[in-house]
């Protein structure tokens, strides 16, 4: 985002009617069929395809250390 | 003189008069709070990753664990490595909370539980941050006056490093935080493996460490009455770190451009220091040979490098440890400058410019580091300190974390899970005093209950209120036109 379109962003706009602004809050709400539990009450977006492979990526790093470290103390044992 | 050689010195005094000239020269990039606060937002991946490493990397956390590992073995590591278990989570926490668009977790909590859950988690957050920077402050001390042989007081030191990182941090804040992390970031990193080497020579070689040392030193976890670090406690304090994760006060301090950024820039100064952590376990559990009969844990790291390397690289570790507590400590002091002035000046004086309000998160920032400073002289030992800093964030963290994925948490659920958790904490520990383990079962399986059942019984949020929040969360970096054409308020972009 460039200087000029954050301070596009930052200037003011009219204010809305109560019904309309509502309308556009609900408009811009995740929709439930993004949900992992479809219920209203719940907002747990599935995850996008970038989110899962790093996750299981860090996991997997995370286990090698611990992995690693157990295996040094085993050769010094 | 006092304890170092001439040249070591020498080479403490040009370390930290460069990096604080270094902090001090970064005072002209600052021209807004939020620069002061989160260097603008600016950075890349590089810049977020060394800064992420230096604020999570404290000279308090290789003190405790080079400290536990001579003490206790390998084990002794899961002092620091305990947050490996929060560290995926990272991946996905950090691009959450970069979409809030805020400067402090105090903001979070005022959106979703309205002004007084705020202003009592901004409370907790200067509290939080400060005593953090004390922790961090004393384990740096606590080296220094082991490596200059006890002739340094440690009060003296936390004095000298303080008057320091003040003085370029309430000029440059957060960006001067940024900037020294990254020309020192390779020292933190390479000194953290340099013992391994230097006492392994000494011991006489693996053959003789492993001769040398009992068996369960070389084991990840300890058992039931030789050490505090069985697997039970292990499996607990990392149930209670992720659950701290999100209530941590430094979790809103995102200085990355766009969510890519910040999650690669977490993610990979994080394993950085879990790297740099098994490498200061090893240390001591080599070093326990070395040089066995240390009673005072928090001082074997000093010790260690005091009685190991070369002069010169004895100065050069000096200056790079104490220069790292600083950078760390410049990151809290401005953390907690800032919930003062978002969270409680702003509300107060809500119409004045933002060079006043820069003026006022500098001033903040100074107090708050004095209140610091304070708490690194009157605490007794590091381990103490570490134990408050893992409890207090999971108290709050659980009511974090039920808001971000459930509509039906509210005010009412979150202040019962802090008093609940709280007292139940405070009865156990102290009043029954049950070890650290048991106690977090109990607290945290009554903070669960206690959750959701008060916010199942207690009127709902405003729906208003919840739709603008999970519109921010559910909003990417770069997507703000979707917000303004709701008008959805953005704190700061």
Request: glycine share 10%; net charge positive.
């Amino acid at each position: 985002m460039t200087s000029k379109d954050l301070e596009t962003l930052k200037s003011e706009l009219p204010v809305l009617e109560p019904e309309e602004r509502k309308r556009r809050l609900r408009e811009i709400q995740l929709p439930l069929s993004r949900k992992i539990i479809k219920h209203p009450d719940f907002e747990i977006a599935w995850p996008e395809k970038v989110s899962v492979i790093g996750f299981l990526v860090v996991l997997a790093v995370c286990a090698l250390i611990v992995f690693g470290t157990w295996f040094l103390g085993q050769l010094l044992s | 003189m006092f304890g170092f050689n001439i040249w070591d010195l020498f080479v403490i005094t040009l370390y930290l008069l460069t990096i604080t000239s270094i902090g001090l020269y970064t005072v002209r990039k600052i021209k807004t709070v939020g620069d002061f606060v989160l260097g603008g937002r600016k950075f890349g991946k590089f810049f977020t990753t060394v800064r992420d490493f230096g604020l999570g990397t404290s000279t308090d956390e290789p003190v405790i664990v080079v400290g536990q590992s001579y003490a206790i073995g390998l084990a002794g590591m899961w002092y620091s490595l305990i947050n490996i278990v929060s560290t995926p989570f990272y991946w996905l926490i950090r691009p959450w909370l970069r979409r809030m668009r805020i400067y402090t977790m105090g903001d979070f909590c005022e959106m979703r539980f309205g002004s007084k859950y705020g202003y009592f988690y901004s409370f907790a957050g200067v509290l939080k941050s400060t005593l953090q920077l004390g922790i961090v402050l004393k384990g740096a001390a606590s080296v220094v006056a082991g490596i200059s042989g006890g002739i340094l007081p440690v009060w003296a030191i936390v004095l000298v490093m303080a008057a320091l990182f003040i003085l370029y941090g309430a000029a440059g804040g957060q960006y001067a935080g940024v900037i020294t992390d990254s020309f020192q970031v390779f020292f933190i990193i390479m000194l953290s493996f340099l013992l391994i080497p230097f006492c392994v020579v000494k011991a006489g070689g693996f053959t003789a460490i492993s001769n040398s040392l009992p068996k369960s030193f070389f084991q990840l976890v300890g058992h039931t009455g030789v050490s505090e670090m069985t697997g039970f406690f292990v499996l607990m304090a990392a149930i209670v770190n992720l659950n701290g994760s999100v209530g941590n006060p430094n979790a809103a301090t995102v200085i990355g451009k766009t969510e890519w950024e910040t999650r690669i820039g977490m993610v990979n100064g994080m394993i950085l220091k879990r790297l740099c952590t098994v490498a200061w376990a090893f240390s001591g559990v080599f070093f326990a040979v070395v040089h066995p009969g240390i009673f005072n844990h928090d001082q074997v790291l000093g010790t260690a490098i005091a009685s190991i390397f070369p002069v010169g690289l004895v100065g050069l570790m000096t200056g790079a440890m104490m220069v790292t507590a600083m950078s760390c400590c410049v990151g809290f002091m401005v953390i907690a400058g800032t919930y003062f002035m978002e969270n409680f000046y702003k509300r107060i004086t809500p119409d004045k410019n933002e060079k006043h309000y820069l003026l006022v998160n500098r001033l903040a920032s100074v107090g708050c580091a004095s209140l610091g400073v304070f708490f690194a002289l009157v605490f007794p030992t590091l381990v103490d300190l570490l134990k408050y800093a893992w409890v207090v964030p999971s108290f709050v963290g659980m009511a974090i974390w039920g808001s971000l994925a459930w509509r039906r948490t509210n005010r009412y659920g979150a202040w019962a899970t802090v008093i609940a958790m709280a007292t139940i904490q405070a009865v156990c520990a102290y009043g029954f005093k049950l070890p650290f383990a048991v106690t977090a079962v109990i607290y945290l399986s009554i903070g669960y209950i206690t959750l959701i059942t008060v916010s199942m019984l207690t009127p709902r949020e405003p729906e208003e209120r919840l739709d603008e929040f999970y519109a921010l969360l559910h909003t990417p970096i770069g997507q703000e036109d979707r917000l303004k054409y709701a008008r959805v308020k953005i704190l700061h972009y």
